[in-house]
């Protein structure tokens, strides 16, 4: 598997390479290491004034890339190293492009207090922009120890379907443990249940039938992620939930306390999708690192 790790020399960055140390990576696996700075005016009350960049990123570039690098020694991947001079969510995007990588991987540089979980600019703009596979690496998530815990949030669509591909791949441990949750958006959701099954018999029968319905279709979903990702992992669970994807999912990650979330960029399906707003919403305020799926 070729992986891009993007940093900028910070501790998230920096935790983003220790998670790298947690996979199964082998000789004929590779880790591109990238740093990349737009050259931007200094400017003071007094004075504009042009700071010599190249010179500046002579002496930096090449510390921040060695500071990854031997977090990585571990690792028994190929590592390489480059410095590109261009604004990071681009240099990143055109790189994995450039480079024909597999899987990109980031830190979550988060903001403060309240919204201390909703990633920076640059990993949302390369989570929304880029072809490949983007995994973001929360706080939580960098030095993990033990079973590592996947939620894969399924729709059965065919962004799902490859997004299990993806999963197959990622070279995470051998016991690695993966739960398939499928979530059910309500067919009478903007009407309270409690409220509808009070009107009579027949509505009853209606929700209940509905309702049985969607569980048997979200079985055969679940059942289809799970034969897909056998093969690859030996502990796999099914689980499905009724409501909105995006709190569900979010509310599954707490009781299960996952250590990521694999959701495809798709959204969930037909009128009752977000057309992509589950992903960017989990990528957001999950409290745990998110692997967001994409198809070319």
């Known amino acids: 598997m070729k992986i891009l790790l993007a940093t900028d020399g910070s501790e998230y960055s920096e935790g983003a390479a220790k998670f790298l140390t947690k996979l199964k990576l082998?000789?004929?696996d590779e880790v591109s290491i990238l740093y990349a700075a737009s050259w931007v005016p200094v400017i003071s009350e007094w004075e504009s004034f042009y700071v010599d960049?190249?010179?500046?990123?002579d002496k930096v570039a090449p510390r921040i890339l060695e500071s990854a690098a031997n977090i990585l020694k571990p690792v028994n991947a190929k590592i390489t190293t480059s410095f590109i001079e261009d604004?990071?969510?681009?240099?990143?995007?055109?790189?994995?492009v450039e480079s024909d990588m597999d899987l990109i991987v980031m830190g979550a540089r988060?903001?403060?207090?309240?919204?201390?979980?909703?990633?920076?600019?640059v990993t949302r703009l390369v989570a929304i922009n880029s072809t490949k596979p983007v995994l973001i690496i929360k706080q939580p998530q960098r030095e993990t120890s033990g079973k590592l815990r996947v939620l894969f949030a399924t729709d059965g669509s065919a962004h799902s379907g490859a997004l299990a591909g993806i999963l197959s791949k990622i070279p995470f441990p051998d016991n690695t443990e993966v739960t398939v949750l499928n979530v059910m958006f309500p067919a009478l959701a903007d009407l309270p249940e409690r409220f509808v099954l009070e009107i009579n018999d027949r509505i009853k029968e209606i929700a209940a039938s509905t309702r049985e319905a969607d569980a048997r279709e979200s079985e055969k979903i679940t059942m289809k992620a799970r034969e897909q990702l056998s093969k690859r992992y030996p502990e796999i669970t099914e689980m499905t939930r009724f409501g909105d994807p995006s709190e569900e999912i979010l509310k599954a990650a707490e009781m299960l306390n996952a250590d990521i979330i694999a959701v495809s960029s798709s959204g969930m399906r037909g009128i009752r999708g977000m057309l992509g707003s589950v992903s960017r919403y989990i990528m957001n305020h999950s409290r745990c690192s998110v692997l967001i799926g994409k198809v070319r």
Do not use: E, N, Q
Request: aromatic share 10%; charged share 15%; hydrophobic share 45%.
């Open 87 to 96: 604004f990071p969510d681009k240099a990143i995007v055109d790189a994995v």
């Open 53 to 57: 960049f190249k010179s500046i990123m």
């Open 110 to 121: 988060g903001l403060k207090g309240l919204g201390s979980y909703i990633v920076g600019s």
């Open 26 to 28: 082998t000789p004929s």
